[in-house]
């Protein structure tokens, strides 16, 4: 929500100083990314908990396995959105924060006899390394999706040569 951060920033007159607004909302792609974020743990946790203490109730009628695997496809997708949403803000946010179009905000810098810089630039290494693990969380989930397939009842099923009863009588 940069639109609510504002700054002091010096004029050519003597003492005064004018308030400047900086310009953009990426808050919602932020929010989308760690909402699915908390909500992945907290499903990765259920689900911990049913694995070890509820494995008989999970296998029961195959209905454990299949909405296992639904879910984990759905968390699939929409680790891949949140990640790509929130590397698009990003993005967005680094335009909207760099310090040259910071600069361009400030009326003195707007004068050809006044040579603006900026002191030091910002440092987003913690934010790129967000998107990193977004992808890599999205690439985790879908890589689950072939270990959950294998739980469903559709794997057994689904095999080309079943297995004969080689059983002697």
Partial sequence: RLHQVNFDA???ESKRRENLWLRGDFS??????????VFAFLYSLAATVVYIFYQ??????NRGPL???I??????????VSSSAWAKGLS????AT???EVLLLISACKQPTNKCSSVRG?????????VVFGFLNFILWAGNIWFVFKETGWHASGQRYPHENTEKL
């Fill in 10 to 12: 010096p004029t050519c």
């Fill in 71 to 80: 879910v984990t496809v759905i968390f699939s997708f929409l680790w891949l």
């Fill in 56 to 61: 008989n109730k999970y296998r029961e009628n």
């Fill in 28 to 37: 919602s792609s932020a929010e989308f990314f760690v909402t699915i974020a």
């Fill in 92 to 95: 967005d946010f680094k335009v």
């Fill in 67 to 69: 909405i296992d695997f």
């Fill in 122 to 130: 910002p440092v987003m290494s913690s934010l790129n390394t967000s």
């Fill in 98 to 100: 760099d310090p040259d």
